[in-house]
């Protein structure tokens, strides 16, 4: 059992804490149960495993799985975990894993969210999860956004980021003129749109665009859309969480989808 903090494995999980080593060393962290299940359940490769002997003890199918497709794995210190996990109450069990070599392909059909300048990680955690639910195709992520790969972005998926298709553009103007040129119709949320979000055809193949949470979507990006809508709000609302704003368009498309 490991339980000195100066073992290489677990200084070197430590720093997958910070943006600049995951970077580095191309690796990222998982942490809990529920996202241990969701990478072994699409057989994500895992670097290393550490859990508490009452972790094992507690889950002892998942640590057979675990121990199958992992290269390696250590019985670790309650300490020791918790120095390694970024949460405050990890639930005993943390992982890391290397980044996909090759970005995931997401097609030019359907429904796919184009993020531009995301910076709160629940906030795209939670749009993954969400866009997995509602049968999204895919997710593009710009370069200047948050770390698709941050533990809270993980966490706040849910384990839907091992499902989703995801990528980061280096240039999304230039994703965003490549989806219009595949057909795709380009849709703006700005709050003084004439449309409203359920004025669209959302049947036909889409990509919505969201901007920063303060300052929302640049002027560039806003000018490629092929129609702008708005979310009607009471008076004195000024805006809605953009993981909020997200869910509207996605399950307004579904419901469109299923009513036919």
Known sequence: MLTSLQNSLVKQIRKLHSTKERNKQQLFL???????EEACAVSYPLDAV??????????????KIICGQCYRVEIVSPEVLAAMATTVNPDGIV??????????????TG??????????????????????????????????????????????????????????SGDLKATVQQSQQAGMQVVATLPHADLTYWQVDWCKPSLILLGNEGAGLSADLAALADIQVKIPLNPGVESLNVGITAALMLYEAQRQKISG
């Open 50 to 63: 550490c859990c508490t002997p009452q972790w094992q003890e507690t889950h002892p199918q998942l640590w």
């Open 30 to 36: 998982l942490e809990g149960t529920h996202l241990l």
């Open 95 to 108: 992982a890391i894993a290397q980044r996909e070599a090759q970005a995931r392909q997401i097609p030019f």
């Open 111 to 168: 429904l796919v969210l184009a993020l531009e300048t995301v910076q709160d990680p629940g906030n795209l955690g939670t749009m993954i999860r969400t866009a997995a639910a509602a049968s999204a195709s895919g997710l593009w992520l710009s370069e200047d956004s948050v770390d698709l790969d941050n533990p809270k972005v993980l966490r706040a998926s849910a384990g839907q980021w091992f499902r989703l298709n995801m990528a980061v």
